[in-house]
């Protein structure tokens, strides 16, 4: 019956009848008892899709597509699990903060058991129920793409997730320039570099003027470097491009489910996870981290439905037990098949009976047997065997049932595969016949059987027919080499093509099943080679090993298959051990050929390497070069295992290797003067620096070692020239902003410095060295407040005291310069109790006691700073200017003058011993130590006019001998010029010490009144 013929056999008034009937049975289904409801609401809902065509709206637009159909007999032969349904129904009704409502439903099920099928019902209830759903399945193969599809869905349903929408494309964008460009590197070597946790290194050398030590020693990634680093750093715009390459899952998370919240606050969502056994290694621990909150807050109006042959893990699930339900499926009871079979017209108990029999109740099975039964008892047959002969048996059309069985020989089913099995007009019939089968679903690559139809099928090809088998899976393999060929791409730009990479993943399985034994050896060394170029596609080379082992049944290729998949998985969970083992079954294997048994070695070294194990990655590279002296990668990674044990001049041989089977490789050479830099050969380094770049001007890491080969000879200048470069053509760099604010650190120059630091901080926020670096910078400038945050940030960030001594120290200054001494002398305590015999500190701590005017401490501190450190000239004068306060002269001059002695060219040491002098009534020698420190001082002025201290020193000076002209031209001279207050308040702090030994110099205190105003 054809839509217009339904169509034309209602009037308007029986449409609108129809309309109505329907409308009033759903209002009246929830008086109904349960399992009628269940029946009931299936008939309705196929009447309410029926009811399309009675629409009178623009019949043509309503001409459904061959999936709708599909589903829609997917609905009406659905029959059983009303216990389920009814359950998954009644939670839906329960308030949110109901105690008995779970958000969690566990579908769990052998396969054909019919968890695709109850999930589809449980959509259809949710639906009704007024849910916004959205369904993922084994498809997606990573996070990203489960939250694409479930994104898709719910904005075909008006619910767009804009922010995730938008990075996702960026995502997608990135992902696709990089893996179909052939200029990227794919390789092992490459997927080494980008799975690394990299520990950017380039400086290992305290900061002078602060105890910071610059941390960031990179070893690793000298062994890849320039290649996948380079070329991400050449092709994106951004940090925050390259951070969603590689932090996919956490950057679209947040995203993806701060849009949820906006679709929760209009509706309920359901969230429907289907086959989760084959996507469990990705899918379970990111919903587990969605749960405990690892990306946000999840609404609360949101329920998972997650199915899969394997119950979700008790010990991994445990906390949300008690906001779970595990609904665990077995096969039909002998009512429930009976019941779907009278669906199906089949009522003859004899034929039953078989059904029942050979399916065990298995859904997919009563299914499958249903649509081939006999019209004559007589041919049922022994009831005993197997499913497929059976099923095959009742087919009346010997082509179809040849047709059904070859048909699950190809991976995906499509008419042009189909074509290769049988003539254009049988495959156009067999698809289309296939396609309505339960045994049968729709895949993007066309059609696809179900894996336990698909498991008997094949079962059933090999063992009845091995020549057939053989000659088409032979047959089907040329068909897709010949697509590969017919491609005509270039050797490097074929590995990312995804079109042909998947014809070749198509020849790889059907090569195996059709002589597995024979094509293993092949397939192993075509998995180095491949996994050489493209390490993605060597993943899904073994999976496709493990794919057709399975299928043919051929044991020892599965087991390949695993073991190389366990492998490449294991390097991700960075389990090197199982990744070493999987390279050393190759090498083992035997039937390898030398090229790839020694590009085996190599990586297994590269394995060694990362798990610090010297020793074994050297001689496996040895073993490697010597195998193939002109594999470079082994050759490289040979030089950095020599490096990494200080073996300096090996190391330099294998680059002088490298660099004579390619002498114009800038990364072999940067990387010779990486080590000339290591063995302090700076001169050598800065040439092979310069040569790299001339080869290549945009090779940034070796611009960078140049930039730090200038810092470490002190060619400041030149530093912030070479990264002025850099920072031209990525503005955000951080290592070279870093590097060149600690260039303008050491200059003095800390205005700029600041300004760099303050952009490395943009991005990260948290880094306790750049944050040291730039406290210090406003202190060295005299802007206490502004450094006072960085060293409070750095002890809330770091707990080990152990490593704060100098933050403590640092920020105990910063203290006293505000006069917070308080504050300055609890810091000081901390960093004592961490160093107790660290005299510096003791000092300043004694200092500060000093300002405080607690001199019997301060005097105990400087005591046991001389016991330490008998040679102190500054704690002498520290010590001798207390007794000088205190009016202990013979005690002061003791210590000045010891001070004196240890450094005779400090005109403050003069000044101090000329006063003890005064007070010992010895004014010929106090004149002496005066006309000295003026000396001093006048030859400092001249070659700074703008030392203020030192001017108002020197004006100090000539008070003490009563210049009094020369001190008040001084001092009005310094306050004209700008002298700033701090100097002012010192030198007015001078005078007030001043007169505690002479008070009544009266011309003293006019000075001091002089300087007083200046302030006011």
Not at 74 to 97: D, H, S, Y
Not at 378 to 390: F, H, K, W, Y
Request: charged share 30%.
């Amino acid at each position: 019956m054809t839509e217009n013929h339904v169509s034309s056999t209602f009037s308007p008034a029986d449409r609108e009848a129809v309309i109505r009937a329907i409308a009033t049975i759903k209002e009246k289904l929830p008086l109904l008892e349960d399992k009628d409801r269940v029946f009931v609401s299936q008939v309705v809902e196929a009447g309410t899709q029926y009811s399309d065509f009675l629409s009178t709206d623009n019949p043509q637009k309503k001409r459904r597509t061959l999936q709708e159909i599909v589903k829609q007999h997917q609905k009406l032969n659905f029959v059983g699990r009303e216990e389920e349904i009814t359950l998954f129904r009644q939670n839906l009704e329960l308030p949110l903060e109901d105690d008995h409502r779970r958000f969690i439903f566990n579908v769990v099920g052998a396969g054909g058991v019919g968890k695709s099928s109850l999930l589809r019902q449980f959509r259809q209830i949710a639906e009704h129920a007024n849910l916004i759903s959205a369904y993922t399945d084994e498809l997606e193969k990573s996070v990203p793409e489960v939250m694409s599809r479930l994104a898709q869905q719910l904005e075909q349903q008006g619910y767009k997730l804009v922010r995730f929408n938008e990075s996702y494309q960026a995502y997608c964008q990135i992902l696709q320039e990089l893996e179909t460009d052939w200029e990227c590197p794919q390789g092992f070597s490459a997927f080494v570099e980008r799975t690394l946790p990299h520990k950017e290194v380039y400086l290992t050398q305290p900061i002078p003027g602060t105890d910071v030590v610059l941390e960031f020693a990179d070893r690793h990634v000298e062994v890849t470097q320039g290649d996948w680093t380079a070329y991400a750093a050449k092709k994106l715009a951004s940090k925050d491009e390259l951070r969603l390459l590689q932090e996919a899952i956490a950057v679209l998370t947040p995203l993806f489910l701060e849009d949820l919240w906006k679709v929760a606050e209009k509706s309920d969502i359901a969230l429907f996870f289907d086959n989760c056994d084959r996507t469990e290694e990705f899918l379970d621990p990111w919903l587990r981290d969605i749960l405990d909150g690892r990306y946000g807050d999840v609404p609360s109006n949101i329920i998972l439905i997650i199915a899969g042959r394997q119950e979700l893990d008790k010990n991994h699930w445990r906390c949300y037990e008690g906001s779970m339900v595990r609904l665990v499926l077995k096969p039909f009871t002998e009512e429930e098949a009976r019941q779907y079979l009278s669906y199906k017209d089949i009522n003859d108990n004899e034929i039953i009976d078989v059904i029942l029999r050979l399916s065990e109740g298995l859904p997919l099975l009563v299914a499958t047997l249903a649509v081939e039964t006999p019209d004559d008892t007589s041919q049922i047959g022994d009831a005993n065997g197997m499913v497929v002969e059976r099923f095959l048996k009742w087919m009346k059309d010997p082509q179809r049932r040849q047709g059904v069985l070859n048909a699950a020989l190809p991976r995906y089913l499509y008419r042009d595969v189909l074509v290769q099995l049988r003539s254009e007009e049988e495959a156009d019939e067999l698809l289309n016949w296939l396609q309505q089968m339960p045994f049968v679903k729709v895949h993007p690559n066309g059609w696809v059987y179900h894996d336990v139809a698909k498991t008997l099928m094949l079962r059933h090809k090999r063992l009845s027919s091995a020549q057939s088998w053989t000659h088409l899976q032979g047959k089907l393999a040329d068909y897709y080499d010949s697509l590969a060929n017919d491609l005509q791409l270039d050797e490097e730009k074929k590995w990312c093509d995804r079109l042909w990479q998947s014809h070749k993943l198509n020849v790889l399985y059907h090569r195996l099943c059709q002589t597995p034994h024979k094509y293993l050896p092949l397939a192993l060394n075509e998995f180095m080679e491949v996994l050489q170029k493209h390490y993605k596609f060597a993943q899904s080379w073994a999976e496709i090993i493990v794919q057709a082992g399975k299928d043919s049944d051929a044991t020892e290729v599965q087991r390949w298959g695993e073991k190389l998949l366990k492998g490449l998985k294991a390097w991700k969970q960075q389990d090197y051990e199982v990744t070493a083992q999987m390279f050393t079954a190759l090498i083992e294997q035997g039937r390898m050929d030398r090229k790839w048994r020694a590009l085996a070695m190599s990586f297994r070294g590269a394995i060694y390497y990362i798990s610090k194990r010297y020793d074994e990655a050297l001689k496996n590279l040895n073993q490697a070069i010597t195998l193939d002296p002109t594999l470079d990668s082994a050759i490289e990674l040979q030089g950095h295992v020599y490096s990494n044990n200080k073996h300096y001049s090996d190391a330099i041989k294998s680059f002088d290797r490298l660099i004579k089977l390619d002498p114009n490789h800038p990364r072999a050479i940067a990387q010779r003067g990486y080590i000339y830099q290591l063995m302090e050969r700076y001169d050598q380094a800065l040439i092979d620096f310069n040569r790299a770049l001339e080869l290549d001007p945009n090779y940034t890491w070796a611009k960078i070692q140049q930039g730090y080969n200038y810092l470490l000879v002190q060619r400041y200048a030149e530093v912030v020239r070479a990264f002025d470069d850099i920072l031209k053509l990525e503005p955000e760099h951080i290592r070279a902003l870093l590097l060149r604010g600690v260039a303008y650190y050491l200059m003095g120059r800390y205005g700029e410095a600041i300004a760099d630091f303050d952009r490395v901080l943009k991005y990260e926020p948290d880094n306790i060295q750049v944050r040291t670096l730039r406290g210090t910078a406003y202190y060295l400038l005299g802007n206490y407040i502004e450094a006072l945050p960085d060293f409070n940030r750095i002890l809330e960030l770091d707990r080990d005291r152990g490593k704060l001594l100098h933050v403590y120290v640092l920020r105990g200054e910063t203290y006293r310069q505000m006069k917070c001494y308080a504050e300055a002398l609890q810091d000081f305590d901390c960093a004592i109790e961490l160093d107790a015999d660290n005299a510096g500190i003791i000092a300043r701590r004694g200092e500060t006691y000093q300002l405080l005017g607690s001199y019997d401490q301060a005097l105990k501190d400087f005591n046991h700073v001389l016991e330490l450190d008998q040679n102190n000239d500054k704690v002498f004068v520290s010590r001798g200017y207390i007794y000088l306060m205190l009016k202990q002269y013979d005690e002061a001059f003791a210590d000045v003058n010891r001070a004196v002695e240890l450094n005779s060219n400090d005109d403050w040491y003069l000044y101090l011993r000329s006063l003890a002098y005064q007070a010992l009534k010895q004014p010929r020698q106090a004149r002496a130590d005066f006309v000295l420190a003026i000396k001093i001082a006048k030859k400092r002025y001249e070659q700074d006019t703008q030392d203020w201290r030192n001017t108002l020193n020197i004006a100090l000076y000539y008070l003490a001998v009563e210049f009094y002209p020369t001190v008040e031209s001084l001092y009005k001279y310094a306050i004209a010029k700008g002298a700033s207050q701090e100097y002012i308040r010192k030198a007015i702090h001078d005078l007030d010490d001043f007169l505690t030994i002479f008070p009544e110099r009266m011309l003293v205190k006019c000075m001091r009144e002089l300087l007083q105003s200046a302030l006011n």
